[in-house]
């Protein structure tokens, strides 16, 4: 049988692969009808919600890894040799978690038009990024006679992005102190929106959602967008050392919120830069993750925890250079996590005889660069740019309309410069070159690399299977199950046996819905067991009664278990890896029992269900025979169609560099036969 592309559901009853969705939904129909008393007992098997178990586990996991960072951290303090090797390994670990960065390509820089204001001028830039990528950014240029110090200012997750008032006015503060200043618009916000319609009006709700997607395409091609966005800085560096207005010996960069995000990565990551100022961004990444879960997709990189890294960790490889933390007592960006970050950092510039090289001001108010944090912060330039450490005021600042600030004519870089290519584009061009470049692997070869994206432990440890009760339904008895492995959390499962005959084979059924799903589709589950199939029905990690509430993931994000997928993505262990090691559990669990040891085991799966089952029978070939629908039929797909819901359940993070979804269906193409 030659595999072709996205599966039905193989017939019932016989060998071929096809089932057609109108006999799909009669017999949907049909089972609401014949069984709806049945379909109301409960499935349910674990007796303490289960439906926070799995976050519970990331956590704890979580803490794990950061027990294992502190320990090291501390050890470093000891010395300031002990700092230097930390730093290094640090920078070591960033850099892997970046990826490979793209090449420079020239920057091309227009400036299309200039505002004269009060003591300086702007300057509206547009400068290349990536091939046919553009950056819109303003220059805030000092009246005067330079070179003057310059400053990058980045800004958070406002929509208006550049032209937000407290952006303007921190960058005029800093322009009339006496700082050459580039804002640059993110990705997703200003004029730099990606995913538009042809008139280049947005497609999302919001920069925050934008980036989240993009950020899902990014990690199949082993980037993020967190990496793009440290790129389009470090371009607009290179265009403001390019300036003859600016003393190139002289460099900071500054920004609120999620610019604040861009600092800390940007200052981590640029030799270049002097001095920083971090607002409205310091904290605990353990503590945030615990109290109010992942923030969007441009907030933190795949697989940080795994690499043991803190965001004090990024302040850790700026020491001993000038470090500004501002942070609002309010804030919803945790102020306990902050003064955490801030003792740390401390503790490491003391150890480098630097102490006076970090400072942190709180201010009583709350999210975002205040009044009191704009001239807290360009008084903090001037102390170490200028030699001046002279209180700033600040007084009226004369801000202007977005429009006004425009680089380009119609607000959107999509729909004016020609042949733009947006983020979208370039990672279907990464994914096609990738496609093109990559070897195939076979056998050994792709199980191991599987072994190693997925993050699946080397051996798992015995399994312990609890009987928790039985009921009756129209298939027979219903054993409710709950099986228990160390270092992984509860697997509740169903089982079934053929009432009249042996058994004779074992049937996994996977749905992304769990098994409640599958038991109320009893008419598509009586022939197997009238063929003498046990049938075992799981709630793998994360589904059925083990899904998470929807409360605790925003809907902006596009993804009903987004924390969790995120949470997974941080430890290094993508989510649809820790559900093939479910599926390797149960298989562990048949090997134990004498009813099942002897008989070959089928799994029959749909959605993203059908990729965990698709991926656990190339690293494992206890699974004889596969049926699997309605999956997705390629990892680019995710790329063509980013706006689709709950993509990232399935995104394993450099995928496309190694292998695709038609590379595990060639190779399990002999077991597609099913019996």
């Not at 001037?382 to 309309?401: F, I, Q, S």
Request: overall charge positive; aromatic content about 8%; hydrophobic content about 40%.
């Amino acid at each position: 049988m030659k595999v072709r592309g996205l599966y039905r559901f193989t017939q019932l009853l016989s060998n071929k692969c096809y089932l057609y969705s109108y006999t799909k939904i009669a017999i949907g129909i049909m089972c609401l009808w014949v069984f709806p008393l049945h379909a109301q007992q409960s499935t349910n098997i674990i007796d303490w919600r289960a439906d926070e178990m799995l976050n519970t586990y990331l956590m704890q996991q979580m803490h794990q890894q950061y027990v294992l960072r502190n320990t090291r951290l501390q050890t470093a303090l000891q010395s300031a040799q002990g700092v230097h090797s930390y730093q290094q390994q640090l920078q070591a670990a960033y850099h892997k978690l970046l990826g490979p960065l793209p090449q420079k390509v020239p920057l091309q820089p227009l400036v299309t038009g200039t505002l004269q204001q009060d003591g300086y001028r702007i300057e509206k830039i547009i400068y290349q990024s990536l091939p046919q990528h553009h950056v819109t950014a303003n220059l805030y240029i000092p009246a005067g006679k330079g070179p003057f110090p310059a400053a990058l200012l980045f800004c958070g997750h406002e929509a208006t992005a550049k032209s937000t008032p407290s952006y303007q006015q921190t960058a005029i503060l800093l322009a009339k102190n006496g700082f050459v200043v580039l804002i640059v618009d993110p990705v997703s916000q200003g004029e730099r929106h990606q995913l538009t319609d042809s008139t280049g009006k947005p497609l999302t709700r919001g920069g925050t959602t934008e980036h989240t997607l993009l950020n899902a395409a990014a990690a199949l091609v082993g980037s993020s967008v967190a990496a793009y966005e440290l790129w389009d800085n470090e371009r607009g560096l290179d265009y403001l050392l390019s300036r003859r207005e600016v003393d190139t010996t002289r460099i900071g960069c500054l920004g609120n919120s999620g610019g604040g995000t861009q600092t800390a990565y940007f200052m981590a990551f640029e030799p270049r830069i002097k001095v920083a100022a971090v607002c409205s961004y310091i904290t605990s990444r353990e503590r945030t993750f615990e109290l109010a879960g992942p923030l969007d997709g441009c907030v933190q990189i795949p697989n940080e925890g795994k690499q043991g890294i803190e965001i004090a960790d990024y302040m850790h490889m700026l020491a001993p250079k000038p470090l500004l933390i501002l942070s609002g007592r309010y804030d919803f960006v945790d102020y306990i996590g902050a003064v955490q970050a801030y003792n740390e950092a401390k503790q490491c510039y003391t150890t480098l005889n630097a102490a006076d090289h970090v400072q942190l001001v709180t201010v009583d108010d709350g999210h975002g660069i205040s009044q009191p944090k704009r001239e807290a912060a360009v008084r903090w330039f001037r102390k170490w740019l200028y030699k001046d450490d002279a209180p700033v005021k600040e007084g009226t600042l004369n801000v202007l309309p977005a429009a006004t600030l425009n680089c380009t004519t119609s607000g959107e870089l999509n729909n004016s410069m020609p042949n733009e290519l947006t983020l979208q584009q370039h990672f279907l061009k990464t994914a096609t070159v990738l496609s093109n470049s990559r070897k195939k692997l076979t056998g050994k070869a792709l199980a191991d690399t599987l072994q190693q994206l997925l993050a699946l432990p080397s051996a798992r440890e015995k399994v312990q299977v609890e009987d928790t009760g039985t009921f009756s339904h129209p298939l027979g008895k219903i054993e409710k199950k709950l099986l228990r492995s160390a270092h992984e959390p509860p697997l509740p499962f169903l089982l079934i046996r053929p009432q009249e005959q042996a058994i004779k084979k074992v049937l996994i059924c996977l749905q992304d819905e769990g098994k409640r799903a599958l038991l109320d589709s009893a008419a598509l589950l009586q022939p197997y067991l009238q063929k003498g199939y046990a049938i075992l029905l799981p709630d793998l990690r994360g589904t059925g009664e083990t899904a998470d509430r929807p409360e605790f993931n925003n809907t902006k994000f596009y993804n009903k278990e987004y924390r969790n997928v995120m949470s997974s993505l941080h430890l290094g262990r993508p989510l649809i890896g820790q559900r093939v090691t479910d599926l390797q559990l149960l298989l562990d669990y048949l090997q134990t029992d004498a009813a099942f040891r002897q008989r070959e085991v089928a799994v029959r799966a749909t959605g993203m269900s059908a990729l965990v089952a698709l991926h656990a029978a190339v690293v494992d070939d206890r699974i004889k025979y596969l049926q699997v629908a309605d999956h997705l039929p390629s990892f680019t797909t995710i790329i063509q169609q980013v706006l689709q819901k709950n993509w990232y359940s399935v995104v394993i993070p450099d995928v496309l560099r190694y292998y695709d979804v038609p590379d595990l269906l060639r190779i399990l193409d002999k077991r597609f036969d099913f019996p």
